[in-house]
């Protein structure tokens, strides 16, 4: 007999009629669900499919929010609509695909960034656009040129290879990729959003904030990429001998997610991948344990961090590929707390033991204590590249910190807290203020000076203050001492006192960093180095490397400080230089070639005074016809003060040399050289196919004299008295009005700055042959 327990068993597996409701209720839920997501799916394709202007469609968005559709059962209408027009899409791009088969496809390399597109082949030919470097282009190779594809491509020519053999475009053997599909979400951002770029200045201590302003925004994101493997595996010091790679998972990671977000097309792919990025970037730099590979993960850190939290704010107004606009105020509160952020992040690392004790060294020696001892100073430091590199890396990161906006958190930065004896107050300064106290302290030179402007006829001026560095003095023993004095009594060497080679004052490159610093965060734009200072091993190169961009830079005096390779290193000033001074260098025709290469890497080289060097004629010359011959274009160079003998023959082949220059130059222009009784006058090469260049039959530029046209003009002016006087037409209304024209026309000419000055040496050379006579 069965137990009784089982019927009660089996009567309580009968369903109740509550959870029958219930599980009914659960599925009209999820069904609910299903169709609000299915709506939701449809209204963001339906919002996609409004657009009718193909070229302002993202079709890869498009086929994703298709899917998504299909995927959640969207509506059959919408779905038909969204196939056909990505069939017609698809049935496009096989067209073009087929159609551009067996053309050539070329990217640009340019080592210097962009390629101009010329209307024809010639390098004086207009300028119709340019491809930036990494570009895909497709065209026809033609000698030397490329002659673009005119349906993929702007109409027109690009130039391959440089006369010196450096390679523009090379042929490409992959896909190109269509250029009708739209650029990448983090391109559009960082056009559309300025402060996002912001973010880029941590990348590297040597970063400027205004140099990143102007950067393509289609290849930035790749340059960041790079910048974040060399931050892993080199550091943000190449001049750190003591650097050593750290594992770190979490870094390597964020790099991978980073490399996805470049590509990403809509904001919310973007935004998805930057904050994983962000995201183990943080990890990655509180794993870390040396300090070396911590700041080049907080470097990582502070970059991602911004740029997430801006991307954070574009979502919030954007959708798809649209980019919305953001209001100023949030705005404004995304800088704020992202500055919040990066500030908490510095803060600690200025008061740790370790990283106090190396300013401490340099600064004021006292020592760091704590926990009754004293921090001991770390061994890596004891090395001064080492030292100079973190104290550089650490400073300019809080200076960047700074720059970025809103300027009024700046009072909350990051502080350094130097301990002083007892019952004195603690030294709190800013970590970037500290570079110029330690140059004080040793006694190295450093003065602001208002540029001189004796003989500024014969100089460039130089508009604002001209910082002068120079080395610190040999040391002073004191010789009142009882020690010294016993010393010198034994005769034995004094030594070099506090500048001996293991302590803080010595001698040593690694001072560069510290005067870098000091000239990025007072803006230094003008400089005046001392032969002293170009005599201490890599300290010019690292000057320049690390330094602010410059626009005036003086060696003057340097006599034989100055040799090849640091004549080589002067392009690492900065494109921006437009001001050099070489003067009393004791250059002479070794230092040619060098002077001449350093040359082509300053575009916007204004002025180079050369005087009062060991520059004979034949130098001088071959230096003018190689920067002709390479198309170096500085309006002014200064010779005066060389060995140059027969300054006539040296105008002559000077005037020629530049008159060459000067055909094959597009723009308009009057170039003039004073050469006894005449003058030299270049005017513009014409355009192919024009009627002045058919009529050009010859080689070389036109000379006239002064003379000839002081008397054309003349000749001009009687035949207008003469008109006026014998034809009537000239007494109407229209004939007046024109005698009037020409007469003005004319009279200019007889005004002209070089017909006045050709009329007062006429009459200067009178007067000499009257007191002769």
């Known amino acids: 007999m069965a137990p009784p327990a089982k019927a009660a068993d089996k009567v309580q597996t009968q369903p109740s009629t509550t959870s029958v409701i219930e599980e009914e209720a659960q599925k009209n839920t999820k069904a609910a669900l299903r169709r609000l997501e299915a709506v939701e799916a449809e209204a963001a394709l339906r919002e996609e499919l409004v657009q009718e202007d193909d070229s302002k469609v993202d079709f890869v968005l498009l086929r994703r929010l298709y899917e998504d559709a299909r995927a959640k059962g969207a509506s059959r209408w919408i779905l038909k609509s969204a196939e056909d027009r990505l069939g017609k899409w698809d049935q496009l791009q096989e067209f073009l695909r087929e159609k551009h088969k067996g053309i050539p496809t070329w990217r640009v390399v340019n080592p210097d960034g962009h390629v101009n597109i010329r209307s024809s082949t010639t390098v004086t030919a207009s300028v119709m656009g340019r491809k930036e470097q990494g570009a895909i282009v497709r065209g026809y190779p033609d000698g030397d040129w490329i002659r673009l594809d005119e349906e993929h491509n702007p109409q027109g020519f690009m130039l391959t290879k440089k006369p010196d053999g450096t390679v523009l475009v090379e042929p490409y053997d992959g896909q190109a990729k269509d250029e009708d599909i739209r650029p990448s979400w983090l391109s559009r951002l960082l056009k559309l959003d300025r402060l996002c770029r912001e973010g880029f200045t941590f990348l590297r201590p040597e970063f400027h904030h205004h140099e990143l302003m102007v950067e393509n925004m289609d290849s930035i994101g790749q340059r960041v990429l790079e910048i974040g493997q060399s931050l892993y595996k080199n550091g943000t010091m190449p001049c750190n001998p003591l650097w050593e790679i750290e594992e770190s998972p979490e870094f390597v990671e964020s790099l991978s997610y980073w490399e996805e977000a470049i590509d990403a097309a809509c904001a919310e792919e973007f935004d998805v991948l930057v904050q994983k990025a962000a995201s183990l970037a943080h990890e990655g730099y509180i794993q870390m344990g040396n300090l070396a590979p911590r700041l080049a993960s907080l470097r990582w850190n502070c970059c991602l961090t911004w740029i997430a939290s801006r991307s954070t704010a574009a979502m919030e107004v954007s959708t798809g590929g649209c980019f919305g606009t953001l209001k100023p105020a949030r705005s404004k509160e995304i800088c704020h707390d992202t500055k919040h952020q990066i500030f908490e992040l510095l803060r600690p690392l200025t008061k740790e033991y370790p990283v106090m004790a190396i300013f401490d060294h340099d600064l004021v020696g006292h020592g760091v204590w704590h926990d009754s001892k004293r921090e001991p100073l770390p061994k890596r430091a004891h090395d001064h590249w080492y030292r100079r590199c973190m104290e550089f890396d650490i400073t300019k990161l809080c200076h960047q910190a700074c720059q970025v906006p809103p300027e009024d958190m700046n009072a909350s930065a990051a502080t350094l807290v130097m301990v002083q004896p007892y019952l004195t107050p603690d030294w709190v300064l800013s970590p970037y203020e500290a570079p110029r106290h330690i140059l004080e302290k040793h006694d190295w030179y450093c003065d602001a000076i208002e540029a001189e402007i004796d003989d500024l006829h014969t100089k460039a001026w130089v508009n604002g203050l001209v910082v002068h560095i120079e080395r610190a003095p040999e040391f002073q023993h004191d010789f009142d001492d009882p020690e010294v004095r016993a010393k010198v009594e034994r005769g034995e060497d004094l030594g070099k006192g506090l500048q001996e080679d293991n302590l803080p004052g010595s001698i040593h490159g690694s001072v560069a960093l510290l005067y870098a610093t000091m000239l990025a965060v007072d803006e230094v734009q003008h400089l005046h180095i001392y032969p002293g200072i170009l005599e201490i091993e890599s300290f010019f190169e690292t000057l320049l490397r690390y330094g602010p961009p410059l626009l005036s830079l003086s060696l003057e005096g340097s006599g034989d400080s100055l040799t090849e390779e640091l004549i080589s290193q002067i392009k690492l000033a900065g494109a921006k230089l437009t001001i050099l001074n070489l003067s009393d260098c004791k250059l002479c025709d070794d230092h040619i070639e060098t002077l001449v290469e350093m040359l082509e890497h300053l575009p916007n080289l204004k002025h180079i005074d050369l005087s009062h060097n060991e520059l004979n004629e034949q130098a001088a010359l071959d230096i003018i016809t190689t920067m002709c011959d390479r198309r170096i274009d500085v309006p002014s160079i200064r010779f005066d003060g060389n060995p140059i003998d027969g300054a006539e023959d040296f105008r002559d082949e000077v005037g020629l040399a530049l008159a060459r220059r000067g055909q094959q130059v597009v723009a308009g222009g009057e170039l003039v050289l004073h050469m006894e009784n005449n003058m030299i006058r270049w005017y ?51 004939g007046r009005e024109w005698l009037a024209r020409k007469r003005e026309a004319n009279q200019r000419v007889l005004d002209s700055p070089l017909l006045m000055l050709y009329r007062r040496e006429l009459q200067a050379r009178g007067r000499e042959k009257e007191k002769q006579e």
């Open 684 to 734: 513009p090469a014409p355009r192919e196919g024009q009627l002045a260049e058919r009529f050009r039959s010859d080689n070389f530029p036109k000379m006239i004299a002064l003379k000839d046209i002081r008397v054309i003009a003349n000749k001009a002016s009687r035949s207008l008295d003469e008109y006026e006087r014998n034809n009537p037409a000239a007494q109407s209304s229209g």
